[in-house]
């Protein structure tokens, strides 16, 4: 399974980006996708998470009520919508899959595909 990252770029602060993720086959439907990122100096860290099934979703408290974790199963694809976009947004952006048996934690997640960096200007 190999993942591919797109949709990141310079944005002004309050803007929004959509990012997506296009996965080379179709997921199980026990996988999760995940969106991680991680600024310059900084330990990368979890943003949102979807199950395959489009069923649940999880955020960190960081983006909750401004970012949206969505996936296209036709497409093979999942989004990212961002909105109302701050500076410490900024951010090398990157998915990834789990299956879900496992705890939705960094470990967990098996493939990941390379990063799209989100730049925010204040």
């Known amino acids: 399974v190999q993942l591919q990252a797109s949709g990141g770029g310079l944005v002004q602060a309050g803007g929004s980006l959509r990012l997506s993720c296009i996965i080379s086959r179709r997921p199980f439907s026990t996988y999760g996708l995940g969106w991680f990122r991680q600024a310059p100096g900084k330990e990368r860290e979890f943003v949102a998470s979807i199950t395959w099934s489009g069923d649940s979703t999880s955020y960190a408290d960081s983006v909750k009520d401004r970012f949206t974790i969505s996936r296209d199963s036709a497409k093979n694809t999942a989004y990212l919508q961002m909105d109302s976009l701050k500076p410490d947004d900024t951010a090398t952006y990157f998915c990834?899959?789990?299956?879900?048996?496992?705890?939705?934690?960094?470990?967990?997640?098996?493939?990941w595909g390379q990063g799209t960096q989100v730049t925010v200007s204040s």
């Open positions: 990834a899959a789990r299956p879900l048996w496992r705890t939705n934690t960094e470990l967990a997640y098996d493939y």
